[in-house]
């Protein structure tokens, strides 16, 4: 099952969390009358942006299972990493593999994956006017985040339907107080954006405008990618370092030379 939805800016603006905004903007922290302010001038910019542009998300849930550390989504196999250390020596030493049933159990899981963006027109916007500019170019990256939160509350209640009853407020949605996760690629425990060539094999992220570079980063740069669990004990997570041993044994796993890997993953490595 594979899904492409398109979303009004002003169906999104509820889910916007204006935390990371204010972040952006070097606001945590100060008066609230310094970030009304701001966000007087974002509502501002919002309205316009939504008579001309729209966001755009694709989607699948997949039949998976792990083996190893490695899940199998589809046809497509995606090697993960697995922490080394963590504060408490006794574990776990945790990998996204570890909320898939495994092959051996000889039953299918589900995964999800997906992609969300923005129109590349807005990233293009405002370029003589620097406040203008950086103004959308911060609330691209917002809506991007945006679209994914409703795109997966969508999945966990419709599409996937894991959780049709859920009903929580959107304080609650941006707690992520849901059952299950949604990491996306280059954060903490899954580091590597050359995983979106992986997760393009399967939702085709070009059919919603978005291209990937060499190292798979994604252009325009306000996208988000990434898998969903549906484990009701699936937690986010931070790999942490790792060392030339696995290193090597991810090499391995993904097909590529341990060089390409080592510079995938160099500010993970802890040598």
Do not use: C
Not at 104 to 123: C, L, R, Y
């Amino acid at each position: 099952m594979m899904q492409r939805k398109d979303y009004a800016i002003n169906s999104l603006r509820p889910y916007i969390n204006w935390l990371y905004f204010y972040h952006a903007w070097g606001l945590s922290g100060k008066p609230q009358a310094e970030k009304d302010k701001m966000r007087k001038e974002a509502d501002r910019m919002l309205d316009v942006l939504d008579a001309r542009y729209k966001t755009h998300a694709v989607f699948g849930v997949f039949d998976a299972n792990s083996d190893g550390d490695d899940i199998i989504v589809g046809t497509v196999r995606m090697p993960m990493l697995r922490q080394q250390y963590v504060a408490d020596a006794s574990g776990p030493y945790l990998s996204l593999a570890d909320f898939v049933r495994p092959l051996s159990s000889g039953v299918k899981d589900k995964v999800g994956a997906f992609a969300t963006t923005v129109d590349t027109e807005m990233e293009h916007d405002y370029l003589k006017d620097d406040f203008k500019r950086m103004l959308v170019q911060t609330l691209a990256d917002r809506l991007a985040e945006a679209t994914a939160e409703v795109m997966h509350l969508e999945v966990r209640k419709t599409y996937w339907g894991y959780a049709p009853d859920e009903n929580l407020s959107i304080s609650e949605l941006l707690r992520e107080d849901f059952q299950g996760i949604r990491p996306a690629v280059g954060y903490p425990s899954m580091p590597d954006t050359s995983m979106n060539f992986l997760i393009d094999s399967l939702i085709d992220m070009k059919q919603i405008g978005i291209r990937l570079t060499e190292s798979g980063a994604m252009k325009p740069h306000a996208s988000v990618s990434g898998l969903m669990f549906a484990h009701p004990q699936a937690h986010y997570f931070d790999l942490g370092k790792i060392g030339e041993d696995q290193l090597r044994d991810y090499a391995r796993r993904r097909g590529i030379p341990v060089e390409l890997a080592r510079r995938f993953l160099a500010a993970r490595l802890q040598f």
